[in-house]
Structures are given as C-alpha cells and as structure tokens.
C-alpha cells in the first residue's frame, strides 16, 4: 500500500531554517509529480511546493518563493523541503502527496497524503 512518512519538523525561530523529508513507499515514486502542503489552525491546506517527477521543473507559493525549496531523489523515494527565512506564519502542520490529477496547486488533485509534521516558528 501506499505510504508516505514525513520528518523534520520542529521548533524554530524566526530566520531559521529547517529541511522536511517525505520518505514514499507502495508505488513506483518516479513516475508521479509531488507535492507539499501546509495546513495552519483554522484554515484550509494550501499549496506550498510541487517538484515534476523527475525533478526537471519546480514550483512554489508566492508565500514562499526565495525562501523554500522542493527537491527529491529518485533514487531513495524521497522528496524534500528546505525551508529558510522561516516566519511566524510558516507555522503549520505541512503535509506531503502524491499527485494524481491535472492540477499541481489543488489539494483534490493529490491522492495519497502522509500524516503530517509540525513546524512551529516562534521567539
């Protein structure tokens, strides 16, 4: 079955940096475009990031140009989230899925989703 497992959050103040993992399993991780979302209390999960899936094309919130970066490795079924400059309003449980229909920034379009890490941005 499908499976994707998030790591890497944390605590951290504004200004810092923090790299999230998605570690995918059950599907061949190659061949599907992925995603981050983010989800903050109270309010709907927005797109973050999405990487095609051989990783030739990336794309990003204007939320977070300049700051975040999504990569992946093919090789070890892993995508990944390098967050720098984090603000307060990063805070959010941040989710990573799998795409499966046309539109790369809606959330309806992503099949399969892990259960999540907190990132939590705060002096």
């Known amino acids: 079955q499908v499976q994707l497992v998030e790591s890497g959050g944390g605590l951290v103040q504004p200004g810092g940096s923090l790299r999230l993992s998605c570690a995918a399993s059950?599907?061949?991780?190659?061949?599907?475009?992925m995603g981050w979302f983010r989800q903050a209390p109270g309010k709907e999960r927005e797109f973050v990031a999405a990487?095609?899936?051989?990783?030739?094309?990336?794309y990003s919130a204007d939320s977070v140009k300049g700051r975040f970066t999504i990569s992946r490795d093919n090789a070890k079924n892993t995508v990944y989230l390098q967050m720098n400059d984090l603000k307060p309003e990063d805070t959010a449980v941040y989710y990573c899925g799998q795409k499966r229909g046309g539109n790369l920034y809606y959330v309806g379009d992503y099949r399969y989703w892990g259960q999540g890490t907190q990132v939590t941005v705060q002096s």
């Open positions: 059950g599907f061949t991780f190659s061949s599907y475009a």
């Open positions: 990487i095609a899936s051989t990783g030739g094309s990336t």
